[in-house]
Every structure is written in C-alpha cells, then in structure tokens.
C-alpha cells in the first residue's frame, strides 16, 4: 500500500511578535506544498527520502540513525527529526509498528518562515496515518502535529501545524484558534535566501520591551488593534476591491511597526519597498524577521511584483490562499 498526502506552507499575515505577548494574530495557509508519500519496507525500520523540486537533482535519504547526503540540503537533519517523531506519534496512536519508507518532495524553502517543519510534519501524520489505517480529523492532526513541534522545538503556539492542518485563514490569541472566512488574495511571496534566528529576534524585542516599557508596550497594542482591524475587514461584506486596499494599507502600517520593534533587515526592506513600487498595495515581513520572507498583496500586478523583488535580491513565489489544509492525494493499495 502507498499513500501521497500533502500539507500547505503558512504566512502571518498580521500580529508576529505581538502574538507573544497576549495578543491576536491572523496567519493564513498558501499554495505552496510539501508532499509526503509513505509505503511498508520489508526491513522493518523508518527509511526517509527527501527531494527539494525547486532545485533539481538534489536528493537526501536517510535512514533512522544515519543520514547520507548525496548533496547538500541544508536542514537536513531538522528534517529527520520532524518526520521521526511524527512517524512515532502515529505508530503510538495505531498501536502498531511496522517498517515504512517515507519519501518527501517540497516546494517550501527551510528556515524561510514559511512553515516547512510544520507541513512536513503533517502531511507525514497525515500519509502514515492513513497507510497503518488510523482515522484521525484534521483537528487531531493539527494537535499531533503541534505535539511534534513541541517535542523537536521544546516549545509552539500550534499556529504553524494548525493553519497547516485545517488550511484557510485561521485567526489567534492565546492558545484559541477561529477560522475565518477565505479571502482569495493574490499574494507573492519574497524569500531573502536567509533565516534569522526566531529565539534571538523574540529575545531583542523582549529585551527592548523590559529596557523600555513606555515605547514597546503602545507598539505592541497598536499591532493587536491592527490585527482586530484586519479580522474586522476581512469579515465586513466589502467589495473586493475595498477590502484589497485597507488590508494592504493595514500590511503596510504592521510592517512599519515590526520596523519599529528592530525586526526587519536591509534585505528584507528592499523587498518590501520594492514590491510597493511595483504596484503591490501592501507589504510586509511574515514571521520572525531577521531574514527569511516578505509578502505582497498584488491584485492584477502579480508578475510585476515577482519581478521586481527578484531584482532586488530576492527568490519570489507566486501563490495564492490555500483554502484546503491537508490533502490525501493518492491512496494505491
């Protein structure tokens, strides 16, 4: 038997770095996907493939205690991690222990903020629960999935395996998750080929929030007002056109206030401005910052955004909302 099961990548679209401290954030699934295909070995032990498509030829296989790299894929290591524990969470929840070859293709750039650690580990769930067959809803996959990160990380919000899971958008505060209704953006996402350090960059603002309490705390309530006022539009009965322009506007003051928190680079600012010289109505960092990725909100100027980020420096993707979480692709008994 051989199941292929897929899970999206994720953007925060408004609240990182607010969200730590109490407040709301929205993040929302994109159509950019890891593919997991799981099948019984006869040799009884966890084997793992993994195969980057935006870059051909290259191939990683590892099995449970030794990894080959037949060349470089970076993050390789964190990978194994994420599928192990994931394969063990499963087989615990079945019961049952067997050999399985897993083999992984992905369109999600690591330690781009972009969730890849979170897809790979639920469409893994996903495709090995269904090959041992284990009925699970999305809902206990995000949490088993949460688990995983919990348990490789030592620490989540379950935003990442939860927006993954169920797909759409997803809004957050404190631990409690709303689905929100589905707005079809044309979106395009900027990756600077670089990753900060998401403990560090918590740690900067954290260190700037004890030093100066009075300048931190009223921009960390504006980005909690901000998010409330993206759920507000995103709810409202706009015309879509509307809609596009205030929540650009919004992307643009939420990115000018994580400026202010001393989480954006000179890289990723070029990508922001240049996109919005492009014709995007909105730009922004998604995630921790310090690197990683921007993305822009660019109703009818799509290929012009693309095209000016990848001229200032950047890897541009373009994508859309993924209204689907996980999906079993393809069952072959």
């Keep these: 038997m051989r199941v292929l099961a897929s899970a999206p990548a994720k953007i925060i679209l408004f609240g990182e770095h607010s969200v730590v401290y109490g407040k709301p954030a929205i993040a929302a699934a994109i159509d950019l996907r890891t593919y997991v295909k799981a099948e019984f070995n006869e040799n009884g032990r966890i084997r793992i493939e993994a195969k980057d498509i935006r870059t051909p030829g290259l191939t990683v296989s590892f099995t449970e205690d030794q990894i080959y790299f037949e060349t470089d894929y970076g993050k390789a290591a964190e990978v194994l991690s994420y ?69 490789v990380q030592g620490a989540s919000s379950g935003i990442d395996p939860t927006v993954s899971a169920v797909g759409g958008f997803l809004y957050y505060q404190k631990g409690s998750f709303e689905s929100l209704p589905v ?52 709810l409202a009965e706009y015309d879509k056109e509307i809609k596009f322009q205030l929540l650009g506007r919004l992307m643009n003051i939420n990115h000018g206030l994580l400026d202010a928190l001393g989480v954006s680079t000179k890289s990723l600012s070029d990508l922001v401005y240049a996109s919005r010289e492009a014709g995007a109505l909105g730009a922004k960092i998604t995630g921790a910052g310090g690197g990683g990725c921007m993305y822009a909100l660019a109703p009818g100027k799509q290929t012009e955004v693309a095209t000016a980020i990848k001229i200032a420096g950047g890897v541009p993707m373009i994508t859309k909302i993924s209204r689907e979480g996980l999906r079993i692709e393809e069952v072959e008994e």
């Design 83 to 151: 599928v192990r524990e994931a394969i063990n969470l499963v087989m615990e929840e079945a019961g049952k222990q067997k050999g399985i070859t897993v083999s992984i293709t992905s369109q999600i750039p690591v330690g781009a903020g972009l969730g890849s650690s979170a897809a790979v580990a639920v469409a893994t769930i996903g495709a090995v629960s269904r090959l041992l067959g284990l009925e699970l809803s999305k809902k206990e996959i995000a949490k088993l999935g949460h688990k995983v990160e919990l348990l």
């Design 183 to 234: 707005v079809e953006l044309p979106i395009v996402v900027g990756y600077t080929g670089s990753s900060g350090s998401t403990k560090e960059l918590v740690a900067k603002v954290r260190k700037n929030y004890e030093e100066m309490p009075e300048i931190i705390e009223p921009i960390l309530n504006s980005m909690g007002r901000l998010v409330e006022k993206a759920r507000e539009v995103i």
